[in-house]
C-alpha cells in the first residue's frame, strides 16, 4: 500500500513540476510581450504630452487616448498609471510631464529621430518610410544605444524630416521656420521641415519630389494651390500640403546658381566637363564615396562608357575609371568644358 | 605616470569636441578632401611625366567592345559557357583515371583500353588502390565490419570526392582565377548593374556571386565589399543561388547522363554545358527575383550609392596564378570536403549495414522521407542523401550511389553509362528525377561552412535561419511545381 | 629579395584570438581559404616572435597584395577586382636578420569614411600602431592614389610609400619621378613593380631605416579648412594634458570632430594614456597594446 501511495505522490509530484515549469515557459514570453506593449503605449503618451507641452499646448486624457489610439474606457487608466510611475501630473488645465517624464519624453524623440537618420543616411531607407520603422526602432532603444548612433552618425542636428535632434543631456533646439503658407512670395528660402503627420499628404509631397534642405521659391499663392520652384522643377501643392512644409531663410551663402551648368548625368559622352558642386541634400555614405574618388570643386571628369543597358556610365576622374549610377551622377553639377578649350 | 590626476576630464573634453562639431557643420569634410585633392594634384603634376599619349587606348578599346549594347551580353554568356565547357570536357580523362586508380576493380585497366587503347595493362596497374587495401585488411585479419567501415565507408567516401571533384576544380579554378586577374570580372558588374538596381540590389553583388561559384562561404565573406547593410544582407542571402564548386560536379554529372547522353558524341560535352549554363543562368534568374522580392518586402530601401572603379586591365600572371590557384583554392576546397566526406562515408556505411526490423537504417530513412520525395519528383533516397550531406554539398552522388547499392559499396560503377543502367533501370529515374534533381541542388539549404559564415558576417541568428530555409523552401516549392505539372501533362 | 629569409606566418585571427585589436569588426574576420594555411603555417613557427610590426595600406587595385605576397612569400590570394582583400592577413619575413610581422590592411580609397573596411585600416593605423606603414601607390593614377597617402601621413609619420606598378606606367608612357615625391611628400619613396620583384629590396631597405629610425620622415600634409583647423587647434592643448605625448593628437582630434565612436570610447576609457605608455615598452610587444578591446 505505501509503495503504491509513494508512487502516486511522487507522480502527482511530478505533474506539478511539469506543469508549473510548462505554465512558466509559456507565460514568460507572454509576460515580456505585456511589458513591451505598456513601454511603448507610455512613450507614444509621453511623446503626445511633450510635443503638446513644446507647442504651448495643454494635453488631456483625451489627447493622450487619441494620439496612442486606446479605447476610451482604456485611457484613464493608461493615465493613472503613468502618473503612479511619476512620469506626469495631472492639473486643473490638464497635464503635465514631470522632470523625468520629460526626460524620458526627449530620449525617446532622440532615438526616433537619430534612427530615422540612420535609415536614411545608412540604409537608403525611402523617406516615406522611415517614420513607421522608426516608431517601431524608438521602443527598443537604450539610451546606451542611442548614444553610440549619434556617436556613429556624426551627432547629426537634425533628422531627415529636418527636425532637430535632442542632445544626450537634453537640450532640444528650436525649430527655426516658419510655415510655407505664410512665406513671402518670391523670397528664397529654404526648406527646414516636413511634417510626416498625416501620412497621406507626406508621401504626395515626397511624391512631388521636395526635401528638406532644398532651396525653393515661391511663384504663386491662391486659395486653392500654391506653386513653389526649385529653379528647374515646378511643384504644386493643395493648402493642406503646404501646410506640411516648414521653411526658413537660406543658409548662409547663395545657393547654387545652375546657369550654365549640367548634371554629370546629362553630360554626353567623351565631352570633357569641370566639377562644380555636389548637391548640398545629397549626404551619407554616397556623397563621401564621391569625394573618395575625387569628385571635388574644380576636378577634370569625362563620361567614356555605358554598360550594356545604358544606365551605369563609367567615368574618367583623376586618371581611374569610376562607374556610377545615373542617380548618383545626377547630383553632380559640372561646367562642360569648351570644345576649342579642350583641344587646346 | 605617478602624479596628480589631470586637470581635464575626458567628459569634458567631449562635450567641447561636441560643441565644435556642432559649429563646424558638414561643409568640412567637403572642404578637407577637396584641399587633399589639391595638392595631390599639384604633387603629382610634378613627379609624372607623360611621354606618349597613347594612355591606356587599348583599354578603351578593349572597354567599348565588352560594354557594347551588342557584343556585351553575347561575350559574357560566351566567356561563361567556355568556362563550363573547359571544366567539363578537360575533367572527364583526369576523373576516370583517378576512378582507376583509386577505387575500380581492375585498377587503371579500363581506362587504359578505353583512353590509350592498352589492351594488356600490366599487372602493377590492374589493381586499384581500394583493391589493394581490401587485399591488406584480409591479410593482417582485420574483422569484417571494420573493414567495411574504414575501407567500404571512409575510404571510399574519399575516393568519390577526390576523383569526382578534384579535376573539375583544378580546371575550374585556374580559369576562373584569370579571369579575375584580367580585370574583367568588374567589367561584368559594370554591364549587370541595371539588372541589379531593378532588383533593389547592389551592383557589386554580381562579383561576390562571382565568388560564389567558388565556394559560397567565399562569397559570403565577400559581401563585405558592399558598404550599405540592406544591400550586403540580400547578397548575403542570396549567394546561394550561385552553384559552388561542390555541387558543380552533380549537375555536371546529370547532364552529362541525361542530356548529353541524348546527342551525338561530338556534341556531348557542349549539350553538357549548354545544361550546367542553363543551370546556372536560372540561379542568377533566382538571385534577381529573391533580392527583388526581399528589397520589397522585408529589406525595403533604395538603392545606394554604386561607386566601382573599373581597373585597367592586367596581363595575368599565369605561372602565379596556376600556383595559387591550384594550391590554395582548389587545395582548400578539396581538403575541406574530404574532411566531411570521411565521416559521411563511415556514417553511411553504418547506416547501410546496421539492421533494425529486417531492414537497414537507411531505408528505414528513405522510406520515410519517400512521400515528400514523391511530391517533389525525386526520391527518399535523394533527400536522405541531401539530409547527410548537409555539411558539404560535394559528398550527395557518393551518398545516393552508395544507398542505391545497398551493400554500403560503391565500386560496381566504373563509368557514366554503367551509373545511367543504376539510376535509369534499377531506380526508376525519369528525366523528371534528372531535372528536378539539378532543381534541387540549385535551390537548397547552403552547407554548413556557408550557413556557419552567414551567422558570422550577419550576427543574426534570424537572418542566418532566414538565409538557410528560403532556399529549401523555395526548392521544395519549385520542384513539387514541376513535378506536379510534368505529371499533370506527360 | 636574396638578403630576406621568407617564412610564413599565421596568416589571419579569427580563430586564434592572437593579440592584437581586438576589433568586433575584425574577429568576424576570418579566410577560409588562408586558414588551412594558418594551420599548416604554425607548426615549428611562434607567431609571436617578430622585432617589428609593419602596416600595407593602399588603394584598392594597387597591387597590395602582390607586394604583401612578395614580401611573406604567402600566396594570399590576389584579384583585379575593387575590395579583393576584404579580410585582413597577417604575415612574417625576415630581412637583414630582424624579424617583421606585415599586416595587410583592407584596400581602401579614404580613412575619412564610415565603412567597415575603412574603420579597420583606421583602427590598425591608430591603435595598432605599427612601426612602420608601407602605403602602395598605383603609378598610372598617382593623384587618386595621393588622396590616401595624406590621410596616412596624418595619422602616422612613419611612412614609406611604395609606388607599384612602375612597368604598367612605362608601358604606358608615364615616368614617374620618385626622388621628387619624396621631396614633395617628405617621407621615403621607392619604385617598385611588384608582379617582377622590382624594387622590393630597396622598400625592405627603406622600411629597415624608418624602422630603426636612421630616416626620419617629416610628412608634409596639406593645410586643413580653416574652420577645421581652428577646432582641431583648440582640442589638441586638451587631448595633451589627457594623454600627454599622445602621438597623433591631431588625427585624434580631427577623429572626434569626426564623431569617431572608437576614438571616444578609448578617450572615456581613458585608454589613450595606456597607449602612449605601453609604446615605451619593448617594441616586440608592439602589437599587443591596443586599446579597444572592449568596444561593443
Known amino acids: 500500500m505505501a509503495a503504491v501511495a509513494g508512487q502516486i505522490l511522487a507522480g502527482v509530484l511530478l505533474v506539478l513540476i511539469a506543469g508549473s515549469l510548462a505554465a512558466w515557459a509559456l507565460l514568460r514570453p507572454w509576460r515580456s510581450w505585456r511589458q513591451r506593449q505598456e513601454r511603448s503605449l507610455f512613450e507614444h503618451a509621453l511623446k503626445h504630452l511633450f510635443t503638446r507641452e513644446h507647442g504651448g499646448e495643454d494635453a488631456t486624457v483625451d489627447s493622450v487616448g487619441d494620439a496612442v489610439g486606446i479605447s476610451l474606457n482604456k485611457r484613464q487608466g493608461l493615465v493613472t498609471r503613468m502618473a503612479d510611475a511619476g512620469l506626469l501630473r495631472s492639473a486643473a488645465e490638464g497635464l503635465h510631464l514631470t522632470v523625468e517624464g520629460r526626460q524620458y519624453a526627449l530620449h525617446v524623440i532622440r532615438a526616433h529621430r537619430l534612427w530615422e537618420r540612420y535609415l536614411a543616411d545608412d540604409a537608403n ?21 542611442v548614444a553610440a548612433l549619434d556617436a556613429h552618425l556624426g551627432y547629426p542636428p537634425t533628422d531627415p524630416h529636418g527636425d532637430p535632434i535632442p542632445r544626450a543631456t537634453g537640450e532640444c533646439a528650436a525649430l527655426a521656420g516658419m510655415s510655407l503658407t505664410d512665406w513671402p512670395i518670391d523670397k528664397p528660402a529654404c526648406i527646414v521641415h ?66 550654365g551648368l549640367v548634371r554629370l548625368s546629362d553630360l554626353p559622352d567623351g565631352r570633357e566637363a569641370e566639377v562644380i558642386a555636389i548637391d548640398e541634400q545629397y549626404r551619407g555614405l554616397g556623397r563621401r564615396r564621391l569625394l573618395d574618388f575625387g569628385l571635388t570643386q574644380g576636378a577634370r571628369v569625362c563620361p567614356e562608357l555605358r554598360g550594356i543597358f545604358r544606365d551605369p556610365r563609367a567615368f574618367r576622374i583623376r586618371g581611374s575609371l569610376v562607374s556610377l549610377r545615373s542617380e548618383q551622377a545626377s547630383r553632380v553639377w559640372v561646367r562642360p568644358i569648351d570644345e576649342s578649350q579642350q583641344a587646346a | 605616470m605617478t602624479d596628480s590626476r589631470p586637470p581635464v576630464t575626458s567628459e569634458q573634453v567631449l562635450a567641447r569636441a561636441d560643441e565644435l562639431q556642432r559649429k563646424l557643420g558638414e561643409r568640412f569634410r567637403d572642404q578637407l578632401v577637396e584641399s587633399l585633392y589639391t595638392e595631390a594634384q599639384r604633387i603629382a603634376g610634378r613627379a609624372v611625366r607623360i611621354s606618349e599619349s597613347s594612355w591606356a587606348s587599348l583599354d578603351r578599346r578593349i572597354d567599348r567592345v565588352v560594354t557594347s549594347r ?20 578537360g575533367s572527364n580523362v583526369p576523373s576516370a583515371f583517378l576512378a582507376g586508380l583509386l577505387m575500380e576493380e581492375g585498377g587503371l585497366s579500363g581506362w587504359l583500353s578505353e583512353y590509350l587503347g592498352v589492351e594488356q595493362a600490366p599487372a602493377i596497374l590492374s589493381m586499384s588502390l581500394y583493391e589493394v587495401l581490401h587485399w591488406l585488411f584480409a591479410v593482417v585479419h582485420m574483422p569484417s565490419w571494420l573493414t567495411g567501415l574504414l575501407v567500404d565507408g571512409v575510404y571510399l567516401g574519399l575516393g568519390w570526392v577526390v576523383s569526382v571533384m578534384l579535376p573539375p576544380m583544378a580546371i575550374f579554378f585556374p580559369i576562373w582565377t584569370i579571369l579575375e586577374d584580367l580585370g574583367y570580372l568588374p567589367r561584368v558588374a559594370f554591364n549587370l548593374d541595371f539588372l541589379f538596381k531593378r532588383a533593389g540590389a547592389h551592383g557589386k553583388q554580381a562579383l561576390t556571386m562571382a565568388m560564389g561559384f567558388g565556394c559560397n562561404a567565399a562569397g559570403v565573406i565577400s559581401c563585405r565589399v558592399i558598404d550599405s547593410p540592406r544591400e550586403r544582407l540580400i547578397a548575403i542571402l542570396t549567394n546561394n543561388f550561385m552553384i559552388c564548386n561542390g555541387r558543380f560536379p552533380t549537375i555536371i554529372m546529370l547532364a552529362t547522363i541525361f542530356v548529353g547522353a541524348a546527342f551525338p558524341p561530338a556534341l556531348m560535352s557542349i549539350a553538357a554545358a549548354g545544361t550546367v549554363m542553363a543551370v546556372v543562368l536560372l540561379g542568377v534568374l533566382f538571385t534577381l527575383v529573391v533580392s527583388y522580392a526581399l528589397s520589397r518586402t522585408v529589406l525595403r530601401g533604395e538603392q545606394s550609392a554604386f561607386a566601382l572603379e573599373l581597373p585597367p586591365y592586367r596581363r595575368p600572371a599565369i605561372l602565379r596564378i596556376l600556383r595559387t590557384s591550384l594550391i590554395d583554392r582548389t587545395l582548400f576546397v578539396l581538403m575541406r570536403a574530404m574532411a566531411t566526406a570521411a565521416p559521411a562515408g563511415a556514417v553511411i556505411w553504418i547506416l547501410g549495414n546496421i539492421d533494425v526490423a529486417g531492414k537497414s537504417l537507411a531505408l528505414h530513412a528513405v522510406d520515410l522521407l519517400g512521400p515528400l520525395g514523391y511530391v517533389m519528383g525525386l ?9 547527410i550531406a548537409i555539411p558539404a554539398n560535394e559528398i550527395v552522388v557518393p551518398t545516393m550511389i552508395m544507398v542505391y547499392l545497398g551493400a554500403g559499396r560503391m565500386t560496381d560503377v ?32 547552403p552547407c554548413g561552412t556557408t550557413i556557419w559564415t552567414i551567422f558570422r558576417e550577419t550576427g543574426s541568428r534570424k537572418w542566418t535561419i532566414f538565409g538557410a530555409l528560403m532556399p529549401v523552401a523555395i526548392g521544395v516549392v519549385v520542384t513539387s511545381l514541376v513535378a506536379a505539372v510534368v505529371r499533370l501533362f506527360f | ?16 584570438r592572437l593579440d592584437v585589436e581586438d576589433h568586433r569588426a575584425m574577429t568576424t574576420a576570418n579566410n577560409n581559404e588562408a586558414s588551412v594555411r594558418q594551420v599548416v603555417s604554425q607548426l615549428g613557427i611562434d607567431v609571436s616572435r617578430y622585432d617589428h610590426v609593419l602596416a600595407l595600406a593602399g588603394n584598392p587595385n594597387t597591387g597590395k597584395s602582390t607586394v604583401f605576397n612578395a614580401l611573406t612569400g604567402l600566396r594570399q590570394h590576389t584579384g583585379n577586382w575593387p575590395g579583393k582583400t576584404v579580410t585582413r592577413a597577417e604575415g612574417g619575413f625576415e630581412h637583414q636578420g630582424r624579424r617583421y610581422k606585415l599586416v595587410d590592411l583592407p584596400g581602401t580609397y579614404s580613412l575619412l569614411s564610415a565603412s567597415q573596411d575603412e574603420e579597420i585600416a583606421r583602427d590598425f593605423l591608430l591603435f595598432g600602431r605599427p612601426d612602420c606603414t608601407i602605403v602602395v601607390v598605383d603609378a598610372t593614377i ?50 617598385a613593380a611588384a608582379r617582377r620583384g622590382e624594387g622590393l629590396t630597396q622598400l625592405l631597405d627603406a622600411v629597415a631605416d624608418v624602422v630603426s629610425g636612421a630616416v626620419q620622415p617629416m610628412p608634409r600634409c596639406p593645410e586643413p579648412p580653416p574652420e577645421l583647423r581652428e577646432a582641431i587647434d583648440e582640442l589638441l592643448p586638451l587631448l595633451e594634458t589627457l594623454a600627454p605625448g599622445v602621438p597623433n593628437a591631431r588625427w585624434l582630434a580631427y577623429r572626434l570632430l569626426e564623431g569617431d ?36
Open chain 3, 142 to 191: 598617382l593623384e587618386r592614389n595621393l588622396n590616401l597617402v595624406f590621410q596616412v601621413m596624418e595619422i602616422t609619420t612613419k611612412v614609406v610609400v611604395c609606388v607599384n606598378l612602375m612597368d604598367e606606367a612605362r608601358r604606358k608612357g608615364l615616368s614617374v619621378d620618385v626622388g621628387r615625391l619624396s621631396e614633395d611628400l617628405g617621407v621615403p619613396v621607392v619604385a
Open chain 2, 70 to 89: 551588342v557584343l556585351g551580353l553575347p561575350i559574357m554568356l560566351f566567356m561563361l559557357a567556355a568556362v563550363f565547357w573547359l571544366t567539363i570536357v
Open chain 1, 125 to 145: 531607407v525611402p523617406m516615406g518610410d522611415l517614420h513607421r520603422a522608426a516608431h517601431r526602432a524608438e521602443h527598443r532603444l537604450t539610451p546606451d544605444e
Open chain 1, 194 to 259: 516636413i511634417e510626416d503627420e498625416p501620412e497621406v499628404v507626406f508621401r504626395q509631397i515626397l511624391a512631388q519630389g521636395l526635401r528638406p534642405g532644398q532651396s525653393v521659391r515661391v511663384l504663386e499663392r491662391t486659395p486653392h494651390r500654391m506653386i513653389l520652384t526649385d529653379g528647374v522643377e515646378e511643384y504644386r501643392l493643395a493648402p493642406q500640403a503646404a501646410a506640411q512644409l516648414q521653411v526658413a531663410a537660406p543658409p548662409q551663402g547663395e545657393p547654387l546658381d545652375t546657369h
Open chain 2, 379 to 387: 526520391d527518399g533516397v535523394i533527400l536522405l542523401a541531401y539530409v
Open chain 3, 1 to 16: 629579395m636574396s638578403r630576406s629569409r621568407r617564412h610564413s606566418l599565421a596568416v589571419l585571427r579569427g580563430r586564434r
Open chain 3, 261 to 296: 565612436h572608437n576614438v571616444r570610447q578609448a578617450l572615456l576609457a581613458n585608454r589613450l594614456p595606456g597607449v602612449v605608455a605601453e609604446q615605451a615598452r619593448q617594441v616586440q610587444r608592439a602589437s599587443r597594446k591596443i586599446a579597444l578591446e572592449g568596444a561593443q
Open chain 2, 414 to 445: 566504373e563509368s557514366f553509362s554503367q551509373l545511367r543502367t543504376l539510376l535509369v533501370d534499377q531506380h526508376g529515374w525519369t528525366l523528371l528525377t534528372a531535372v528536378n534533381l539539378m532543381l534541387f541542388s540549385l535551390l537548397h539549404n
